[in-house]
Nanobody, 120 residues
Framework: DVQLVESGGGSVQAGGSLRLSCVVS????????AAWWRQTPGKEREGVAA????????WSADSAKGRFTMSVDSAKNTLYLQMNNLKPEDTAMYYC??????????????WGQGTQVTVS
């Protein structure tokens, strides 16, 4: 079974930083597309950043460029989202997603349970 477990969320003041982690199990030895998404109540899920673990593809939303960096540590099977200069509008539940088939949009097959980020 494939499982994704996020951690690292919390409450910070505007201008602060957080690093989210997502441990991926069940995809060891495979390359896959992975992404961080966020959602607030009443709004559509928004893609924040994406990466291909085999290299050659990264993507960031305009709202994340220059502030958020997604990375992968394949040895630890862990995805990261380093978030700097956080703003109140970054407040959301953050989810990691993964899929060896690299789907379009939010059609990822595997999702974590989410970690809350609150910026005041």
């Amino acid at each position: 079974d494939v499982q994704l477990v996020e951690s690292g969320g919390g409450s910070v003041q505007a201008g602060g930083s957080l690093r989210l982690s997502c441990v991926v199990s069940g995809l060891t030895g495979k390359d896959y597309c992975a992404a961080w998404w966020r959602q607030t109540p009443g709004k559509e899920r928004e893609g924040v950043a994406a990466i291909y673990t085999g290299g050659g593809m990264t993507w960031s939303a305009d709202s994340a460029k220059g502030r958020f960096t997604m990375s992968v540590d394949s040895a630890k099977n862990t995805l990261y989202l380093q978030m700097n200069n956080l703003k109140p509008e970054d407040t959301a539940m953050y989810y990691c997603a993964a899929d060896p088939d690299c789907p379009t949009g939010d059609l990822y097959r595997y999702w974590g349970q989410g970690t809350q980020v609150t910026v005041s």
